[in-house]
């Protein structure tokens, strides 16, 4: 590996670990390397991807991505708590049902071993719905709205108006990231909006996390454990996170 591919591979991992950096933050940890060479570097790095060129710096495309990863990343992370939480998410389901299941990469775990028995399905995550396509009996509806072309997610305003006419019996979520502080968060605003909305429109909401989400925070805020009523996650969360559980009267399994 040359220098070059090295240093800019270590741009990124400097970016991925502050979720935001400023360009005079990376000017001090690159002494040795010219402005001009890190503006080209932040340039090319943002035309691949790997990072979110911002005014001033850079961001980390964990955070900034709506549900703030590449989707086809996040699908290889934690296989075996995510099939847990599939697991665990399944004997929460109730035949003749209205749900709506949320996007990512967990959701898709999820939607991969649904049974197919009859429910009327709404789901924003294209890569859910095709696990659903596999299946006969249940309805599966995708709402209109704008394409996130990393998430494989749909999102925006038309999807919003569209949920506020479906009443449903539960709500699957995806989970990005959890502060104490900050409560359940994403990193795109249309997209925190459309998670409220199906909670609002939820008898039922169930948050589907794995351990690693806790102590991440994204840009826009979804909502506090007291908007949650199950957790399902790895049997990994801190004990810092299940005493607000059992302070907020929030299950988990």
């Known amino acids: 590996m040359d220098s070059m591919e ?4 270590a741009i990124v991992e400097l970016i991925n670990e502050s979720g935001t950096v400023s360009f005079s933050q990376i000017k001090d940890a690159f002494p040795n390397v010219s402005e001009m060479t890190l503006r080209t570097d ?14 001033g ?5 964990q955070v900034i991505i709506g549900t703030d990863d590449f989707l086809n990343r996040k699908s290889v992370r934690n296989i075996p708590e995510k099939q847990k939480i599939a697991e665990k998410a399944l004997t929460l ?15 898709t775990m999820f939607a991969r071993q649904f049974p197919d028995q009859s429910n009327l ?28 072309r990393y998430s494989q997610s749909v999102f925006g305003f038309s999807a919003i108006k569209e949920l506020e006419r479906v009443n449903f019996h539960q709500a699957f979520l995806g989970i990005t990231g959890f502060q104490l502080s900050a409560g359940f968060t994403c990193g795109i605003n ?11 429109q939820s008898e039922q909401v169930i948050a589907l996390m794995d351990s690693s989400k806790v102590g991440v925070k994204s840009s826009f805020r979804i909502g506090g454990l007291e908007d949650i009523d199950i957790v399902v ?4 969360l801190p004990e810092e996170f299940l005493a607000a559980c059992r302070k907020h009267d929030v299950a988990v399994l």
């Open 93 to 107: 389901l109730h035949p003749d049902t209205t749900i709506f299941l949320d996007s990512g990469s967990t959701a």
């Open 190 to 200: 249309d997209e925190a909006i459309l998670k409220q909305t199906a909670i609002r």
């Open 57 to 61: 710096g850079a961001k980390s495309v």
């Open 233 to 236: 996650s790895d049997g990994k």
């Open 6 to 9: 090295t240093r800019r591979n």
């Open 42 to 55: 932040l340039k090319l790095l943002d035309e691949a991807r790997r990072i979110l060129r911002v005014h």
């Open 121 to 148: 399905i709404y789901t924003t995550g294209l890569s859910c719905a095709t696990e659903l396509a596999n299946l006969s009996n249940p309805i599966v509806m995708l709402p209109g709205g704008k394409l996130n």
